[in-house]
């Protein structure tokens, strides 16, 4: 019953911006870090960006600046603004969600986020 969909993903050209949406169920959303992941071909999976349920966030170097992570305790929702765009970008973005207590990932399906001109 604990689902994860992801929403918002699509093609945008450099510079420009988009909104990642994950929804959350089947869980007690107060007790997970949220975030996201992403992987391009080829590539390993790398976390982009978390939040923890006190609002503390996390960021990978290579967004910090242009994304923004948050997340709506009431709606059960986790957001990830994305400006300035780049190609390197490109991946497909997995959210996640992790509890320490119980030991417990659990990932969307991903949406996928392509950035070219």
């Known amino acids: 019953q604990v689902q994860l969909v992801e929403s918002g993903g699509g093609l945008v050209q450099p510079g420009g911006s988009l909104r990642l949406s994950c929804a959350a169920s089947?869980?007690?959303?107060?007790?997970?870090?949220m975030g996201w992941y992403r992987q391009a071909p080829g590539k390993q999976r790398e976390l982009v960006a978390a939040i923890t349920s006190g609002f503390d966030t996390n960021y990978d170097d290579s967004v910090k600046g242009r994304f923004t992570i948050s997340r709506d305790s009431v709606e059960n929702m986790v957001f990830l603004q994305m400006n300035s765009l780049k190609r390197e970008d490109t991946a497909l973005y997995y959210c996640y969600a992790n509890s320490k207590r119980m030991v417990t990932t659990f990932w969307g399906r991903g949406t996928q986020v392509t950035v070219s001109s």
């Open positions: 089947g869980i007690i959303f107060r007790e997970y870090v």
